[in-house]
């Protein structure tokens, strides 16, 4: 089985300060992580993935995470939020195997950042 | 726009009705997804499709339909709904490549239901 947690419903900062976005994985095996972003009415936006190699991922607009997984964990972040940023964020786990497509989302993260 | 649209935007219903919802990718794909989003509910993943086959039903009821004719169109075909069947029902879709699960999903705008 396959799970992810976002422990925070809600994040807010300020415009111009780091942004941090949790999140925490539990697989039976090796995890690809993925990051995706979802503004009002729209569908969900690729952000960025965790394959393999190094662990700290860079990806679209600003935005890096970084793959932990002694603490099974790979936060998203950015160094300087910006107003248009605000929007719900999901992480995603799928496990390595011979078959199967399942991307396992978290509850999702809305993130509000003030002018 | 990600390359996914789907058809309607929205879509009122009564619980005695039948209608579908279209999805068709323009990204050259081989595998498309159904995924139900609900307000404080994880995204819940109900159909996949690769190469138009259904390999995956996440124990969705019966009435829910899914169909791929093709690997470019995917539908879901609604009939005698309940209420709590409103929701934002999203598609997808990837290029699966043998041995390779890394691939990411690029997904449709979604289809806002309300049953009534």
């Known amino acids: 089985a396959q799970s992810v947690a976002q422990p925070e419903d809600q994040v807010n900062v300020a415009e111009g300060n780091p942004l941090t976005v949790k999140c925490t994985y539990s697989?039976?095996?090796?995890?690809?992580l993925f990051w995706y972003v979802q503004y009002p009415n729209r569908g969900l936006q690729f952000l960025l993935k965790?394959?393999?190699?190094?662990?700290l991922v860079k990806g679209s607009y600003g935005f890096e995470a970084e793959f932990n997984k002694s603490q099974t964990s790979f936060h998203l972040k950015k160094p300087s939020a910006l107003v248009s940023d605000s929007a719900l964020y999901f992480c995603a786990v799928r496990v390595f195997k011979a078959a199967g497509n399942k991307l396992t989302f978290g509850g999702g993260t809305r993130v509000l950042v003030k002018p | 726009e990600t390359g996914v649209t789907q058809t309607p935007r929205h879509l009122v219903m009564g619980m005695t009705n039948k209608k579908s919802l279209k999805c068709e990718q323009h990204l050259g794909h081989n595998a498309m997804y159904w995924y139900k989003q609900s307000a404080k509910k994880p995204l819940e993943l109900m159909f996949v499709y690769n190469f138009k086959e259904q390999t995956e039903n996440n124990s969705v009821p019966s009435r829910f339909s899914p169909e791929c004719p093709n690997s470019s169109h995917l539908f879901l075909h609604l009939h005698t709904l309940q209420p709590e069947d409103s929701a934002l029902y999203l598609c997808?879709?990837?290029?699966?490549?043998?041995?390779?699960?890394?691939?990411?999903?690029?997904f449709g705008p979604g289809t806002r239901l309300t049953v009534t």
């Open positions: 997808a879709s990837s290029q699966v490549l043998a041995g390779v699960r890394g691939e990411e999903q690029y």
């Open positions: 965790y394959i393999t190699g190094d662990n």
């Open positions: 697989v039976s095996g090796n995890p690809y």
